[in-house]
């Protein structure tokens, strides 16, 4: 990484995950609820904005608008789970959008941003399967301990599915595998096209979402 800018890029990358484990830890231990979820979202969009802003990078420009569609976009996923399966359970009295919290969409623009980057990165290094079967393993991977930090946070839970010591649904890992390894082919020229194109791209993004959702569950739910 010997280029500057994609070294600042790593960078926030870096912060921003680290910032969202250390943020969801602290909440799990202390059991801090919705509140917490929420100013961790709006934090991490909120630094990504402010990269943007500092470094007038046109990539993230570009991961940013393609992020804001998916995670708006994903809202009918979510919707799946809690109103037509009834597996994922949101605590009572929080402000909602539709099945959703009203956080959950910038939480998903924080991830998409973070790995969107990490996919136009590796595709410019490496064949675009190699790069699908890197993203599915690492989507796949991080779940188990989010969503258990989630759990012990009262951010959410989930019931009536078949689950991974009894917090994280396997339908949800094999879903996150499967939207984060459909990123590569998307993300891997993002940066060469209009703005109309990363609004497509999202909203191609937010089908493959809702679709690894009812497939994940079908398989293994």
């Known amino acids: 990484m010997t280029d500057p800018l994609n070294r600042s890029r790593w960078i926030l990358a870096a912060l921003m995950s680290a910032l969202g484990f250390s943020v969801a830890w602290f909440a799990s231990r202390h059991h801090l609820g919705w509140q917490a979820a929420a100013t961790l979202s709006y934090a991490e969009v909120a630094l990504v904005c402010g990269y943007i802003v500092w470094k007038r990078d046109r990539l993230f420009g570009c991961l940013l608008v393609f992020a804001l569609v998916v995670g708006f976009g994903e809202l009918p996923s979510d919707a799946f789970s809690v109103f037509a399966k009834h597996t994922l359970v949101y605590a009572p009295g929080e402000p909602m959008i539709w099945a959703s919290p009203l956080y959950m969409p910038f939480t998903w623009v924080a991830v998409m941003v973070q790995m969107g980057f990490i996919s136009w990165w590796l595709s410019q290094r490496l064949k675009v399967g190699v790069v699908m079967v ?78 690894a959702s009812r497939l994940a569950f079908a398989l293994v739910g």
């Open 134 to 211: 890197i993203l599915g393993l690492i989507g796949a991977g991080y779940v188990p301990i989010y969503e258990y930090l989630s759990h012990s946070a009262n951010f959410y839970y989930y019931q009536n599915c078949r689950m991974l010591m009894g917090i994280t649904p396997y339908y949800i890992i094999l879903a996150e595998g499967l939207l984060c390894a459909a990123l590569p082919p998307l993300v891997a020229r993002i940066e060469e096209r209009s703005w109309r194109w990363w609004v497509g791209l999202g909203l191609v993004e937010s089908v493959v979402v809702y679709l």
